[in-house]
C-alpha cells in the first residue's frame, strides 16, 4: 500500500537569542523538534535554494554571525545517526566547543530569535498498491515528492534496522533482490531533494529489474 504524508507543525514556546540558549533548548525539546530542523526543509516550500541544509546552520549563519558554527553544523548528517537523541548530542556537543571557544562572546545576541518547532505527521493512503517488485520502476515517478518522504525518509523512524519501506519489503519477499536493497539503501537521503530521490530509485529498480530480463533472454537463447 502506498501511502502520503504532510508534517503538522507545533511550536513549543521555546526559543533562542544567545548560543547558550540555542544550548539549553536543545537539551530541553523532544526528539520531534530536532527530526523537524533537519528534515523539515524536505516538505516545505522553498522559493531559493537554502545555504544550509539544517535550520539550526541557517540560524547561526544569518542571525548569530558566526559563519564558523554555521560551517560546522551544517556539515551533520542525520542519516549517519542511529537515533535522534544520539544527533541531539551531536549537536550539543558542537555547540559546547563554540561556546568555550568564544568565551564572552557565547552571550552576543542574535538578531531574530530561533523558534523550536515540534512536528507531527500526518499519514494517508493513496489507494495505490504495488503488487509485484517488477511494478515498482512504474509506480515510483507516479508518486508525490511527500510520498517519497514518508516512506524512503520517516521510514527510518520505523523500520527495525532503520532502512526505507522499499528494500524493506523487498527483503522480505525474498533474498534475490538483495543486489537492488544493497543499492537503494546505499543512496544517502539527506543531501538530495525528494524529486532526485525519486529519480534515483526510479532508476535504480529499472536497471534492476532490465539486467535481469536480459539475463533470462540470454539463458533462454544458449
Known sequence: MIRDCELVIQATGRRALTLRELREGLAYVSGASIYYHF?????????????????????????LNDKELAERLSVINPADFSSLET??????????????????????????????????????????RVETPEDLPKILPQLSPSSIFYHFID????????????????????????PLCETIQAIDPYFSSLTELREEL????GDFFAAGRLTERNAANA
Request: hydrophobic share 35%; charged share 25%.
Open 155 to 178: 521510514a527510518r523512524r520505523r523500520t527495525p534496522n532503520c532502512s526505507d519501506d522499499f528494500s524493506a519489503w523487498l527483503s522480505d519477499l525474498s533474498d534475490e533482490y538483495a
Open 87 to 128: 544527533l541531539r548530542q551531536e549537536l550539543i556537543d558542537i555547540i559546547e566547543m563554540r561556546i568555550d571557544e568564544t568565551h564572552d562572546f557565547s552571550w552576543n545576541r542574535a538578531d531574530q530569535q530561533f523558534h523550536f518547532i515540534l512536528t507531527k505527521i500526518i499519514i494517508f493512503g493513496t489507494g495505490q
Open 39 to 63: 528534515w523539515g526543509r524536505f516538505l516545505r516550500p522553498t522559493y531559493n535554494e537554502p545555504e544550509y541544509n539544517n535550520d539550526f546552520a541557517s540560524w547561526a549563519h544569518l542571525h
Open 202 to 205: 526510479t532508476r535504480m529498480t
